[in-house]
């Protein structure tokens, strides 16, 4: 897309997107009706003025846009695909919710929106992930309202609060969140006293990630339902990540000492790698949980949020189902 479109004002790029049959003629004609009421959302790139009813949202995101408008009651007409992180166009957990939304094609990366694509859907509101849409913010926003919003792979409902501000939905938004937590706490006292734990997810080139409670959702609710997460940051041996997590080679594999190891590991076949390359190391069979059989495995996807609060719930499920199924042992 030349740079000149991507600098023109609303009115030049709606005329270059009819010019190529784009986008259909309309009338400028302003005794055609009064202008949609608007609400003004303020968010990472800029301010916007947001219909209060969009009924023509696109989901220019793969971090989770998609699975929090469908659980705050709106469809979007398209939205980018998962495909490349997944094999699938979008997530399981949200796949019969989505059988209508339209898969957007992309010009270039699996973040960078086609936006000549966007423009034929004649949207009345986009939303995407700002580190995805900031470099055609203004282009997106000469085809429709365009709203950025932020993402934190430790908490969900950052994103959806967001995205629920936008849409005016926030009294949703709550509940989506109220309700979750309260199955959190009640699938996790299934558990009973939940002790040490490790949890860990293999990133490939002998490369492993041991989290924090500030780092991973998984961790934060075990640690939350009264789990002590090990190693903590001033004994783990290794290149630290903030707070958040430390990452560890495989010669120092054997400080994950956890009574129950949470395995996250992601779709695909660079995470089944992954999770090869930690199961392979000389010193997983050594590990206390491991020669226990107590190592549970989870999406690291759903964990991330990255599958919205159905995702969530699929991963509180597995994560339960599979240690209480451990017994006693």
């Not at 949200?94 to 086609?114: F, H, K, M, W, Y």
Request: charged content about 20%.
């Amino acid at each position: 897309m030349p740079s000149t479109v991507l600098a023109a004002t609303r009115r030049d790029f709606l005329a270059i997107l009819a010019a190529a049959a784009l986008l259909p003629a309309c009338s400028t004609d302003s005794g055609s009706g009064p202008a949609p009421a608007t609400r003004t959302v303020q968010h990472p790139l800029g301010t916007t003025e947001v219909p209060v009813a969009p009924t023509r949202v696109v989901a220019l995101d793969r971090r989770a846009a998609l699975p929090h408008l469908l659980a705050l009651g709106v469809t979007p007409i398209a939205a980018l695909t998962y495909e490349s992180i997944i094999g699938t166009p979008f997530p399981p957990v949200i796949a019969e919710q989505a059988r209508d939304v339209a898969v957007l094609p992309v010009a270039g990366s699996a973040d960078d929106p086609n936006l000549e694509a966007v423009a034929a859907l004649q949207p009345d509101l986009v939303i995407g992930w700002t580190g995805g849409i900031e470099e055609k913010y203004a282009a997106l926003s000469a085809i429709a309202p365009t709203v950025a919003v932020d993402v934190d792979f430790t908490d969900a409902s950052v994103s959806l609060r967001a995205i629920a501000a936008a849409l005016g939905r926030e009294a949703e938004a709550d509940a989506v969140i109220s309700a979750f937590d309260e199955r959190r706490a009640a699938r996790l006292r299934e558990i009973g006293e939940i002790g040490n734990v490790s949890v860990v997810l293999g990133i490939g080139n002998q490369q492993f990630r041991v989290y924090q409670p500030t780092g991973s959702s998984v961790a934060r609710w075990l640690a939350e339902a009264g789990g002590r997460i090990v190693p903590d940051l001033a004994s783990a041996i290794g290149e630290p990540y903030g707070d958040e997590l430390v990452l560890i080679s495989p010669e120092n594999l054997g400080q994950v000492t956890g009574d129950t190891i949470v395995v996250m590991h992601n779709t695909g076949a660079a995470g089944e790698a992954a999770l090869a390359e930690l199961e392979g190391s000389p010193l997983w069979p050594t590990l206390p949980a491991v020669r226990a059989g107590r190592v549970v495995k989870v999406n690291s996807q759903e964990s991330v949020g990255s599958y919205g609060f159905q995702g969530y719930d699929s991963v509180l499920d597995t994560l339960v189902d599979q240690w209480t199924a451990l017994g006693a042992r």
